[in-house]
T-cell receptor
Framework: DAGVIQSPRHEVTEMGQEVTLRCKPISGHNSLFWYRQTMMRGLELLIYFNNNVPIDDSGMPEDRFSAKMPNASFSTLKIQPSEPRDSAVYFC??????????FGSGTQLSVL | AQRVTQPEKLLSVFKGAPVELKCNYSYSGSPELFWYVQYSRQRLQLLLRHISRESIKGFTADLNKGETSFHLKKPFAQEEDSAMYYCALSPGLNTDKLIFGTGTRLQVFP
């Protein structure tokens, strides 16, 4: 298994553009998490799904952020419109046994 | 509110010196505590969890409910321990949610 796969690895976009980050969890895992990492705030949980259903989205910053999990093998995190303060590393993680998370390599997002 | 505090952004030690990475938490219930590590150019990965009571790569961590702490310790640091360390809390109660601290970068000099 290649582990959790995220794409793209790097994304550079201009303010106001739509950004879509993608994640493929480990096959068989039933929970999926989106985190944002910044120097100031560390790792912040944005949203997590269990069996494709959003369980806790209290960390989603505002309405510009949305996440979907249409099936067990795919999830997206969308930012529309993007702003410079959204620049960060976005991690996807999946788990099977409670909070033992397996992380992807992350997407480095830069909004100019 | 559930919160994890790692007061040190950077900890620098020499090889062979003892290491203690501090972690304090605030949570009214009975949490599960974890340490995750990210080595250079590698993915963030689980290092250890308090319920396992195990030593991984020479690291141990004891949950102190009185002081609400879960400090990570190693008696003799190695250069390969240099990494970013994150303390994390799970509220338990049938949730997989993990709340992370801001992380501490450990630098071990030769």
């Amino acid at each position: 298994d290649a582990g959790v796969i995220q794409s793209p690895r790097h994304e550079v976009t201009e303010m106001g553009q739509e950004v879509t980050l993608r994640c493929k969890p480990i096959s068989g895992h039933n929970s999926l998490f989106w985190y944002r990492q910044t120097m100031m705030r560390g790792l912040e949980l944005l949203i997590y799904f269990n069996n494709n259903v959003p369980i806790d989205d209290s960390g989603m910053p505002e309405d510009r952020f949305s996440a979907k999990m249409p099936n067990a093998s795919f999830s997206t995190l969308k930012i529309q419109p993007s702003e410079p303060r959204d620049s960060a590393v976005y991690f996807c993680a999946s788990s099977l046994e409670g909070p033992k998370l397996f992380f992807g390599s992350g997407t480095q997002l830069s909004v100019l | 509110a559930q919160r994890v505090t790692q007061p040190e952004k950077l900890l620098s030690v020499f090889k062979g010196a003892p290491v203690e990475l501090k972690c304090n938490y605030s949570y009214s219930g009975s949490p599960e505590l974890f340490w995750y590590v990210q080595y250079s150019r590698q993915r963030l990965q689980l290092l250890l969890r308090h319920i396992s009571r195990e030593s991984i790569k020479g690291f141990t961590a004891d949950l102190n409910k009185g002081e609400t702490s879960f400090h990570l310790k190693k008696p003799f640091a190695q250069e390969e321990d240099s990494a970013m360390y994150y303390c994390a809390l799970s509220p338990g109660l049938n949730t997989d949610k993990l709340i992370f601290g801001t992380g501490t970068r450990l630098q071990v000099f030769p």
